[in-house]
């Protein structure tokens, strides 16, 4: 029994390659994007793989590559069916929308004229959105009529690049003390206005669509719960100050016992109908204590995020009191997909 590790700084990598070392687990470190990839892979049951949504290469072939070697027989991390929606809200709009799953009303509009026509009926305010985007970014609060008009265009026209300064650096700009550290994050700044990342320059710019999602007010938070096979961990993250959006805010406090039982229903709902080993959700509630998904995604800060909750939920409604290891339950759960 091996497991091949795709050999990256991606934040679950380092996790993996501890445990493995810990618990002298045989792995091997190799290159996904190699020439010699497959015979780097003989001898392996398991390939792990933290890809990113901010690297052009693993959005370009990651999905195909672990397709392929499911396909082949290796038991793959993630698996396929982690990773179809990832970073892709038109994918998750869809799905939540044909399985019945309680989210906001979306409409995806594939044309400006289309657009033009709904916004005619719109109420306001409403949340525009693009399919790809992390902490937030290329989610936009649409107060009235013509800024919808403003985004509507934008979107069918020029479009929005991937690497959102404003989600990027407003935060951290606001939250900076002291002249010097201003002057850094300036800096930094006006070189990524000049020079975006490098996976923004090669995927392009998104447009010719739009996400147009009714405007749910929530309670000042929402809820990150992440669920590995039959645990279940939570982390409530509040919202920017003067703002409607909580993810990439850094304010958090962990629910742990005191999680809703709507919350974890409906997380062990989704992943039931996914068929995935591990997923992360971000819900809201509205003044009615209604629960709604907004999002999903297989991957998630894995440093100083969810570590810092005292313990797990299970399937069966028990709450457990545990250190979070949640990288280290990725890996038990591949090591058993290869012993099934």
């Known amino acids: 029994m091996q497991i091949a590790i795709h050999k990256n700084n991606a934040g679950f990598t380092k996790r993996w390659i501890s445990y493995c070392e810990k618990e002298k687990i045989p792995f091997k470190l190799v ?46 991390y993630p698996t396929p069916n982690q990773l179809w929606h990832f970073d892709d809200k038109l994918a998750q709009s869809y799905f939540f929308k044909y399985h019945g799953i309680p989210s906001p009303d979306t409409r995806v509009i594939f044309s400006l004229e289309e657009g033009r026509s709904f916004l005619k009926e719109a109420s306001f305010p409403m949340i525009a959105k693009l399919k790809r985007g992390s902490a937030s970014s290329n989610v936009f609060l649409l107060k009235n009529v013509r800024q919808a008009r ?46 975006p990342p490098e996976y923004s320059r090669y995927l392009g710019r998104e447009k010719g669509y739009l996400l147009l999602q009714e405007f749910i007010p929530n309670q000042g938070f929402d809820i990150r719960v992440v669920v590995v096979g039959n645990r279940l961990v939570a982390l409530k993250r509040f919202t920017r100050t003067k703002d409607f959006r909580a993810s990439g805010s850094g304010k958090l406090e962990y629910p742990n016992e005191n999680l809703g039982e709507d919350y974890r229903k409906l997380a062990f709902q989704v992943v039931n109908l996914l068929n995935v080993p591990a997923m992360g959700f971000d819900f809201m509630e509205d003044s009615d204590g209604k629960v709604y998904l907004i999002e999903m995604s297989y991957g998630f800060p894995s440093e100083n995020f969810l570590d810092g909750a005292s313990g797990y939920w299970t399937a069966n409604n028990q709450f457990i009191q545990s250190k979070i290891q949640l990288q280290e339950w990725m890996l038990d759960l591949t090591i058993n997909a290869v012993t099934q």
């Open 31 to 76: 290159d996904a994007y190699s020439p010699g990839f497959l015979e780097d892979l003989e001898g392996c049951d398991a390939f792990m793989w933290h890809l990113s949504h901010e690297n052009h290469k693993d959005v370009l072939a990651g999905y195909s590559i672990m397709k392929s070697l499911e396909e082949k027989g290796i038991a793959v």
């Open 150 to 195: 403003q985004v509507l265009k934008k979107s069918f026209r020029q479009g929005y690049p991937l690497y959102n300064l404003k989600s990027k650096y407003g935060d951290r700009l606001n939250k900076a003390k002291g002249f010097k550290e201003k002057l850094e994050l300036l800096l930094k700044y006006v070189y990524r206005m000049v020079k």
